[in-house]
């Protein structure tokens, strides 16, 4: 069953930019993966049998067409997760490294979706609950949001994965003006 949450984000301006967004309800395996959200569509018939896609509905559910569970290697998370990202029907990717709590793995998600529509530009986001192990070439950008459920505010970070070669574009999907520093005379 999903949850409806408040979700805030510190660093989008305040309670003016929060949104309410719809938890998913998780079964988490006890091995590790990516969440995936693509575009919508529907899944094709010959594929819906196969046991990859049985085991992604057993994670997230018969009701979310839109969501997929991969399993992965846990070295193989981030290069993964950044390589799908690059996939046009792909909207977010959340690493699910074994362990961390569905809940949690929810916010990421939500998270995820909430940073998309913020940005001007469409590109994927790819976050994490944890801070994953990154490996050369890569970095995370913690998130610090809180999250109003029921009546309890409770502060989570939540950790963006960027590539460093693709940090120049993620800045500028940023939006808003930006001052550059006068060289000196």
């Known amino acids: 069953m999903d949850s409806a949450a408040r979700v805030v984000a510190p660093d989008a301006g305040g309670a003016a930019e929060a949104g309410r967004s719809q938890l998913v309800s998780l079964a988490l395996p006890d091995r590790a993966g990516l969440l995936l959200r693509r575009a919508p569509g529907p899944v094709a018939p010959e594929h819906a049998g196969r046991l990859v896609e049985r085991r992604s509905r ?28 690059r996939l046009a029907h792909v909207r977010t990717v959340v690493v699910c490294p074994a362990g961390v709590s569905p809940g949690r793995t929810a916010l990421a998600l939500a998270v995820a979706g909430m940073l998309r529509q913020r940005r001007m530009s469409p590109a994927p986001v790819v976050t994490c609950a944890v801070c994953p192990p990154l490996g ?15 009546g309890q505010v409770q502060e989570r970070l939540v950790w963006e994965i960027v590539a460093w070669d693709t940090l120049p574009a993620w800045l500028a999907s940023l939006g808003g003006p930006r001052e550059t520093p006068e060289a000196p005379v």
């Open 58 to 85: 057993a994670v997230v559910g018969d009701r979310r067409a839109d969501l997929h569970f991969v399993e992965l290697q846990r070295g193989e998370l981030v290069r993964v997760a950044l390589s799908m990202a």
């Open 136 to 150: 050369d070439g890569k970095t995370a950008i913690p998130h610090e949001v809180r999250v109003a459920v029921a």
